[in-house]
């Protein structure tokens, strides 16, 4: 892998065109079985499974994933707040996230891979985030285990509960997002990012007492379609409906940012971030 060609990269702003194209390349050109180690624009340090999948490779010629997504979430975090980060993956929400709130704050990280788990694990600790609390296991609407189908080292980001890859299920904890909350005796969370592969609405479901509470967190969700079409006995759109029943206004991330007017109707096609707020 050429370094310098990675640095020039880093030069050019996200999203140039071909950017990412010429950035993979480069990164499977990367020998195999050397130790990844990336770093962020805010100076911390991760270890990834695999070069070229989509978190790796933008932290490597970004420096950040997701940068919209990541100023959002910072913009909305104080000193001393809590911010829960649900599909956590390898941290790059929960560090830069753990920063914002401070000693005094605290950052509730679930990932459910428990490979992936692993390197969250040693990132949190590598990089001395001691407000971070991470948990192993699938933050849903159950409690005990679940299903869960992992995904090969080239796309970690995307271990879920649904049938994929050909893979076979191994059995991991379940539990709910409110009960977690109990557990650790936090009351008022401040933003929720949840990232699990189509199975928001599970996530949601186990959160009703903190999302209809009297002080609701600002929730960043992933939208995609044909993943929530995994989801048994459910229908494309179905984590939207919820959280307009639990009394939300639901944006698309850009809309939000500049100020526009919420969706009228959930989304069923496609991809999107949304980001959904309750007065």
Same mark, same amino acid.
């Given at each position: 892998?050429?370094?310098?060609?990675?640095?020039?990269?880093?030069?050019?702003?996200?999203?140039?065109?071909?950017?990412?194209?010429?950035?993979?390349?480069?990164?499977?050109?990367?020998?195999?079985? *050397? $130790?990844? @180690?990336?770093?962020?624009?805010?100076?911390? +340090?991760?270890? /990834?499974?695999? =070069? &070229?999948?989509? %978190?790796?490779?933008?932290?490597?010629?970004?420096?950040?994933?997701?940068?919209?997504?990541?100023?959002?979430?910072?913009?909305?975090?104080?000193?001393?707040?809590?911010?829960?980060?649900?599909?956590?993956?390898?941290?790059?929400?929960? *560090? $830069?996230? @753990?920063?914002?709130?401070?000693?005094?704050? +605290?950052?509730? /990280?679930?990932? =459910? &891979?428990?490979? %992936?788990?692993?390197?969250?694990?040693?990132?949190?600790?590598?990089?001395?985030?001691?407000?971070?609390?991470?948990?192993?296991?699938?933050?849903?609407?159950?409690?005990?285990?679940?299903?869960?189908?992992?995904?090969?080292?080239?796309?970690?980001?995307?271990?879920?509960?649904?049938?994929?890859?050909?893979?076979?299920?191994?059995?991991?904890?379940?539990?709910?997002?409110?009960?977690?909350?109990?557990?650790?005796?936090?009351?008022?969370?401040?933003?929720?990012?949840?990232?699990?592969?189509?199975?928001?609405?599970?996530?949601?479901?186990?959160?009703?007492?903190?999302?209809?509470?009297?002080?609701?967190?600002?929730?960043?969700?992933?939208?995609?379609?044909?993943?929530?079409?995994?989801?048994?006995?459910?229908?494309?759109?179905?984590?939207?409906?919820?959280?307009?029943?639990?009394?939300?206004?639901?944006?698309?991330?850009?809309?939000?940012?500049?100020?526009?007017?919420?969706?009228?109707?959930?989304?069923?096609?496609?991809?999107?971030?949304?980001?959904?707020?309750?007065?």
């Amino acid at each position: 892998m050429n370094n310098r060609l990675i640095r020039l990269l880093r030069s050019f702003p996200p999203g140039t065109p071909g950017k990412t194209r010429l950035g993979r390349f480069l990164m499977n050109r990367r020998p195999a079985g *050397l $130790p990844l @180690s990336l770093h962020d624009n805010f100076g911390f +340090r991760y270890e /990834a499974p695999h =070069a &070229s999948e989509p %978190i790796a490779l933008h932290l490597a010629i970004d420096q950040t994933y997701e940068p919209e997504t990541l100023e959002l979430i910072l913009r909305h975090l104080r000193s001393g707040d809590v911010f829960v980060d649900v599909g956590a993956n390898i941290g790059v929400f929960t *560090l $830069p996230g @753990s920063r914002r709130v401070g000693p005094n704050g +605290r950052v509730i /990280a679930a990932e =459910a &891979s428990k490979d %992936i788990y692993a390197y969250l694990q040693r990132n949190v600790e590598a990089n001395g985030a001691n407000q971070v609390t991470v948990l192993n296991c699938a933050i849903c609407n159950s409690t005990g285990s679940v299903p869960f189908y992992p995904a090969p080292k080239e796309n970690f980001g995307m271990g879920s509960l649904g049938e994929q890859f050909g893979a076979k299920p191994v059995d991991v904890p379940a539990r709910t997002l409110d009960k977690v909350l109990e557990e650790v005796a936090v009351e008022h969370v401040a933003v929720i990012k949840v990232d699990v592969e189509g199975f928001e609405v599970s996530v949601f479901r186990g959160a009703e007492k903190l999302l209809r509470g009297k002080e609701p967190p600002l929730v960043v969700f992933e939208f995609c379609d044909w993943a929530e079409a995994r989801v048994p006995g459910g229908r494309i759109g179905d984590s939207q409906r919820l959280l307009l029943e639990y009394g939300y206004s639901i944006w698309r991330l850009a809309d939000f940012l500049k100020g526009r007017a919420p969706i009228r109707e959930p989304l069923t096609t496609g991809f999107a971030m949304l980001v959904a707020c309750r007065a």
